[in-house]
């Protein structure tokens, strides 16, 4: 097998069967499924989801669980309303992130993406315990279900990601890799930072970014290819790690530019595996 490119798909009301048929349309077979709509997360949902996925011919790679209340994504608010991190919100989000596992697994979905937070990068923070316990019960319950739950990277830096999996010990946590997330938060170069968890790799989203360039607001998101991603470098590292799975292409702006960079960057991302 080699590497393929997708696409995220976003779970909404309605609509759903047109956007599968669009993405097959526009030549993608692998999509992540990406969900803030918890109140859709039912048995007749997830039937009708798999209908739409196997009439069009593309499978459901990671199901990209979103959770309640506020999500500000800066520097200096986002350590207090993002992920499982503010104990605040810590149970509440623990239960969205099962409930959206077991809609996953209805969607026969082994991986589970979410953002976790700014995880303190002190073990000694008095917040780090609390966390790694919520995030255990969290692994246990997906590890019962047969499936995986990937941390989204840019939040925190490499290293307090991985020192998080191993005080975690389930043996089901995994990256989703964001690239540029890592540039947008600051918190590394995308491809050396393969050197610290390369191996917990089971997910990438294909999506490019400038780095801060002051201490409240994160840097921005860009057409890729137009930032700080070195793609090349990314693609034969991941490459030589052995990972098979999909560059899930993310272009989070709206309209005609959104589609004519999304099928630009599928375009570029085809040739640079091709070539490996």
């Not at 097959?24 to 709509?37: P, R």
């Not at 509440?92 to 409930?99: P, T, V």
């Not at 970014?209 to 890729?224: A, D, F, H, Q, S």
Request: with cysteine; hydrophobic share 40%; net charge negative.
């Amino acid at each position: 097998m080699m590497m393929n490119v997708g696409i995220c798909i976003e779970h909404t009301e309605s609509g759903m069967r047109e956007k599968f048929h669009d993405a097959a349309a526009k030549g993608f077979a692998h999509c992540q499924l990406i969900s803030w709509a918890l109140g859709l997360w039912t048995e007749e949902e997830a039937e009708r989801i798999r209908e739409y996925a196997s009439e069009s011919g593309v499978a459901i790679t990671a199901f990209w669980c979103g959770w309640a209340g506020p999500r500000i994504w800066n520097f200096t608010d986002g350590p207090e309303t993002l992920g499982l991190v503010p104990a605040a919100y810590r149970f509440a989000r623990m239960q969205n992130l099962m409930d959206g596992a077991d809609f996953a697994k209805r969607l026969g979905v082994k991986d589970v993406v979410s953002h976790m937070g700014f995880i303190p990068e002190s073990p000694n923070d008095p917040n780090y315990a609390g966390f790694v316990s919520a995030i255990r019960a969290v692994a246990r319950h997906l590890k019962g279900n047969g499936q995986n739950l990937l941390f989204e990277t840019g939040q925190e830096t490499p290293v307090t990601m991985l020192r998080c999996f191993e005080d975690v010990g389930t043996g089901n946590l995994y990256v989703n890799l964001d690239p540029a997330n890592l540039i947008l938060y600051g918190k590394a170069n995308p491809v050396d930072a393969l050197c610290v968890f390369g191996s917990y790799v089971r997910g990438v989203h294909a999506k490019d970014g400038l780095y801060p360039v002051n201490g409240r607001e994160l840097g921005t998101e860009v057409k890729i290819g137009t930032g700080r991603v070195d793609f090349p470098a990314l693609v034969r590292s991941l490459d030589e790690l052995g990972y098979e799975g999909s560059l899930t292409i993310e272009r989070e702006i709206e309209g005609e530019e959104q589609i004519r960079d999304i099928l630009e960057a599928k375009e570029y991302l085809s040739g640079l595996i091709a070539a490996l």
